[in-house]
Nanobody
Framework: QVQLVESGGGLVQAGGSLRLSCVASGRTLSMYTVGWFRQASGKEREFLAAIIWNSGTKYNADSVKGRFTISRDYAKNMVYLQMNSLKPEDTAVYYC????????????????WGQGTQVTVSS
């Protein structure tokens, strides 16, 4: 089992940047895909980006392409989400998630989740 903990959320003005971190414990992320999702109040959970740990292959949602970038630190067993040019509509709880056998955008295929970190973007 892998445990995930997100950090780095907070309050930022529109146009600003934040970097979210997701640290994994319990086991290495080798053989996993790690994804970032968000859920705004009253909305469905939305896929943002994913990275296949071993190969480094990345996937991005079109909605945030060019603004959000996923990366990993192999040695630290951590995944990051760099978010630039933030907008008020980016306000949500952001989650990282991991899957051993799936590399796509469907949140219900990810079996391991962190507790989430709140991101609030003011106008």
């Amino acid at each position: 089992q892998v445990q995930l903990v997100e950090s780095g959320g907070g309050l930022v003005q529109a146009g600003g940047s934040l970097r979210l971190s997701c640290v994994a414990s319990g086991r290495t992320l080798s053989m996993y895909t790690v994804g970032w999702f968000r859920q705004a109040s009253g909305k469905e959970r939305e896929f943002l980006a994913a990275i296949i740990w071993n190969s480094g292959t990345k996937y991005n949602a079109d909605s945030v392409k060019g603004r959000f970038t996923i990366s990993r630190d192999y040695a630290k067993n951590m995944v990051y989400l760099q978010m630039n040019s933030l907008k008020p509509e980016d306000t949500a709880v952001y989650y990282c998630a991991a899957s051993r056998d799936y590399s796509g955008s469907s949140y219900d295929r990810y079996g391991f989740w962190g507790q989430g970190t709140q991101v609030t973007v003011s106008s």
